[in-house]
């Protein structure tokens, strides 16, 4: 019964999809104009190299405010649901429970310890480039975020706890969130248009470069990077320490 | 038109469709909450075959002018930043499905939707 209605509504997504395709180009015979008009200007007018970043926080940086409250605004849902009920107890030694994951192995251990570093100074680099090779704020701050998870999965909860301060990770998430807004008022502030560059644009190849890009770029892989790891505290916390009140383990 | 070059302008919006259709059947046919949520994934996962599709041409570059001119034959910046767009969204969807599984699980013990439906009755 199921399929049979899969099978008319698809028949019916298929026509107007082919309806609707009649209009596109073929794959390959892109005519433009704004894709070539922000080819052409990005370097020029914003010193930016990466003209997909360059869109994303400048062009069209206010979707991009709005993007990141979707994201901001998702964490916080993860946050209220998995709070701790009022018919949860938190566990006294969750290390010590015999239910609990096992211990990780040796090799374990010893690979994912290996990729903390690496992962902090890739995912810096990522951010802090991001207006001149691919990459930027959203890319950045995902791989800076999976460094503690690197620290969870090489030892224990506790541990991924120490490199996580709560209070410290929520103060980032909300400096990149707001700075984001600031930045943009900042520009109202100095006579010019919502998000409009008002730094110094610099020298076009260069880390410092592109005004307002970069530092929007670095403000938006602080709150990705916080966003993630307070995601995951969430979860970590809710399936390794939260139980149900009256169960024993 | 040579057929080769016909089959391959229209090739990305037939794997656009088939991707979605793949994750669709997945999603209808589902029997388990978080194999929905991966569906619902792969099912978005089309509209970046989608975008990027609409903004190629033959032969450009990556719009990044580090090591290129500037003027130099590109393919769209536009559709590739929505396709970031598009992954920060379906990153943030799929948190929350995954939340609402692990509590969906603790109160009824199941990830089937259908005996979800009969408890509640």
Not at chain 2, 38 to 45: E, G, H, K, N
């Amino acid at each position: 019964m199921r399929l049979i209605l899969f099978a008319v509504s698809l028949a019916g997504f298929a026509a107007f999809f082919a309806a609707g395709a009649r209009g596109l180009r073929p794959v390959g015979h892109y005519a433009g104009p704004y894709g070539d008009v922000l080819n052409a200007i990005s370097v020029p007018e914003r010193h930016a190299t990466d003209v997909v970043t360059a869109i994303n926080f400048d062009f069209r940086g206010f979707d991009t405010l709005g993007e990141e409250f979707i994201l901001f605004g998702s964490v916080m849902g993860v946050l209220l649901i998995l709070r701790q009920q009022h018919d949860e107890l938190r566990k006294e030694n969750p290390e010590e429970d015999p239910n609990g994951p096992p211990a990780a192995s040796d090799a374990m251990r010893a690979f994912t310890l290996a990729l903390v570093g690496p992962m902090v100074i890739f995912g810096l680099y990522i951010v802090f480039h991001g207006q001149l090779t691919p990459g930027g704020g959203f890319q950045g701050g995902l791989i800076l975020a999976t460094a503690p998870l690197m620290v969870y999965l090489s030892g224990k909860l506790d541990e991924f706890k120490a490199v996580t301060s709560p209070r410290l990770v929520e103060i980032a998430e909300a400096t990149g969130a707001g700075g984001f807004a600031l930045v943009g008022l900042a520009g109202l502030a100095a006579g010019k248009n919502f998000l409009e560059n008002i730094l110094p644009l610099g020298k076009t190849g260069s880390v410092f470069s592109s005004g307002t890009i970069f530092l929007i770029s670095v403000l938006t892989g602080i709150e990705v990077a916080a966003g993630i790891v307070l995601a995951m505290q969430s979860f970590l916390e809710h399936a390794l320490e939260i139980m149900q009140r009256g169960r024993n383990g | 038109m040579s057929g080769l070059e016909w089959l391959m302008g229209w090739m990305g919006y037939a794997v656009a469709i088939w991707v979605f259709a793949a994750g669709l059947y997945g999603i209808v046919t589902s029997r388990n909450w978080m194999h929905l949520a991966i569906c619902l994934a792969v099912m978005q996962s089309s509209t970046y075959v989608l975008l990027l599709s609409i903004g190629y041409r033959t032969g450009g570059a990556a719009p990044v002018f580090a090591d290129i001119p500037v003027g130099a034959r590109a393919v769209d910046p536009v559709v590739q930043a929505l396709t970031l767009t598009d992954i920060v969204v379906e990153a943030t969807v799929l948190a929350l499905v995954v939340v609402l599984a692990v509590q969906i699980h603790k109160h009824s013990g199941t990830l089937d939707p259908d005996k979800l439906r009969e408890l509640e009755g």
